[in-house]
C-alpha cells in the first residue's frame, strides 16, 4: 500500500510523491528526483533532517547527537530514517532549489461556474482535467484571461479536481472586472500550483481559526479537510469583515457546526450599520481568553498584515505561551 507524501520547503513550494509501504523516506524522495541533502545515511549526522508536520510515522535510529529528545517531541525527523504509516507532510527549512527540485506545476483549468456569495465576494470554480494535490491554507496564481495580469488565492476547498476560490471584488480590479465583464463558463485559465508554507498541520490541540475578509478562503479549505478526516479537537472559527453586506458561505459554516463535533463561530463586525446586533469591533476583543488560557491551542490566521499584525502582538501582549501561531498575510490588490 503506498501512501501520498507533500515535502513543503522554506520557498513556500510543495512537492508530492508516493512512498511504498515499509520504504525508507528519503529512498522514496529520491526515487521522485527529490534530491534532499543528505551525508551519512546511518541516522548520526542529521543533514536529512526535517518535520513531520502530518501524519503518522516511525524511525529506525536516530543519534542523540542528531536529534535530542525535545526535537523528537517536536516531530523533527530524519528522511534516512523515516517510514510513513499514513499519508503525511514533512516541512524541510531550506528552499526547494538545493533538492533540484522542480517548480510549481502549471496547470489549465477550465471555468465552470460563478457565484457572488456577498455584495463584495465571488466564488469561482475551477475545473482541472486531473486531482491536484495541495495542502489546505495553500495558494494557486492564476493568470487573468486577455490580460498579462496574475493574482494569487487560497483554495476554498479540499485537493481534488474542482478548484474554489474566494476572490474579492473591487471597484475597478484585473480579476474583478474580468468575473464581472467577460467571463463565460468553459473559459480557460492558467494556474500555478501548489503554492505556500500557511496550510494545516497535524491536529493534537484545539484550533482557533481567524479570518479576515477572503481570508476566510484557506480556512474553508482547511475546514473541509477536518469534516472529511475527522477531527477529535474543538474548532473555533474567527470571521471578521466591515460589514454584514460583507459576510458570506452562512449555510456552508453552518454546516461544519452540524458535523464537526465541538465546532464554535464567532463573526465581527468592524463597521457595522445601527441595525448589526451581533460583536463588533476588531477581532481580538472577542476571542475567548478562558479557551485560550486554560489549554495549549494552534491558531491559524490568514487576512490583510495589518489584521495579522495586531493579532501577533496581542498574543504577546497576553503572554500566551501556550498558543502556537502560524499566519498567512496577503495584500489585497486595488487594480
Known amino acids: 500500500m503506498n501512501h501520498k507524501v507533500a515535502f513543503s520547503f522554506a520557498d513556500g513550494k510543495t512537492l508530492f510523491f508516493a512512498v511504498g509501504a515499509n520504504e525508507i523516506l528519503l529512498d522514496a524522495a529520491l ?10 545515511r546511518e541516522g548520526v549526522c542529521g543533514t536529512c533532517q526535517g518535520r513531520c508536520e502530518s501524519g503518522d510515522y516511525s524511525q529506525d535510529y536516530v543519534d542523540e547527537e542528531a536529534l ?30 538545493l533538492c533540484n527540485a522542480p517548480g510549481p506545476l502549471r496547470l489549465t483549468g477550465k471555468v465552470c461556474q460563478v457565484q457572488q456569495v456577498s455584495s463584495s465576494t465571488a466564488i469561482m470554480h475551477i475545473q482541472l482535467e ?12 492564476l493568470s487573468i484571461p486577455g490580460t498579462e495580469q496574475q493574482r494569487s488565492y487560497s483554495f476554498a476547498n479540499r485537493p481534488g479536481s474542482r478548484l474554489q ?16 465583464e467577460r467571463c463565460q463558463v468553459g473559459d480557460e485559465l492558467q494556474l500555478e500550483a501548489p503554492l505556500g508554507a500557511f496550510y494545516l498541520r497535524h491536529v493534537t490541540r484545539p484550533l482557533v481559526l481567524v479570518a479576515g475578509g477572503t481570508g476566510l478562503s484557506a480556512l474553508l479549505g482547511m475546514l473541509d479537510q477536518l469534516v472529511e478526516r475527522g477531527c477529535e479537537q474543538p474548532v473555533h472559527l474567527y470571521y471578521g469583515v466591515r460589514g454584514a453586506e460583507d459576510l458570506c458561505e452562512a449555510e456552508r459554516i453552518q454546516d461544519y ?13 468592524s463597521d457595522p450599520s445601527p441595525q448589526w446586533t451581533g460583536k463588533r469591533g476588531y477581532l481580538t476583543e472577542h476571542f475567548d481568553m478562558a479557551e485560550l488560557r486554560d489549554r495549549p491551542a494552534d491558531m491559524y490566521v490568514c487576512g490583510p498584515p495589518p489584521m495579522v499584525e495586531s493579532i501577533k502582538n496581542w498574543l504577546l501582549d497576553q503572554a500566551l505561551d501556550g498558543v502556537q501561531l502560524y499566519y498567512e498575510k496577503f495584500t489585497e490588490s486595488n487594480i
Open 165 to 180: 476560490f474566494l476572490i474579492r471584488l473591487l471597484p475597478d480590479g484585473v480579476m474583478s472586472n474580468y468575473l464581472r
Open 31 to 40: 526515487r521522485s528526483g527529490i534530491k534532499i541533502p543528505l551525508d551519512c
Open 257 to 269: 457546526a452540524r458535523t464537526l463535533q465541538g465546532f464554535r463561530y464567532t463573526q465581527v463586525l
Open 68 to 97: 535530542s529528545s525535545l526535537d523528537l517531541q517536536q516531530r523533527k525527523m530524519l528522511s534516512c530514517q523515516t517510514r510513513v504509516k499514513s499519508d503525511a507532510a514533512f516541512y524541510f527549512d531550506f528552499d526547494s532549489s
Open 130 to 141: 486531473q486531482p491536484l494535490d495541495f495542502l489546505p491554507g495553500q495558494y494557486a496564481r
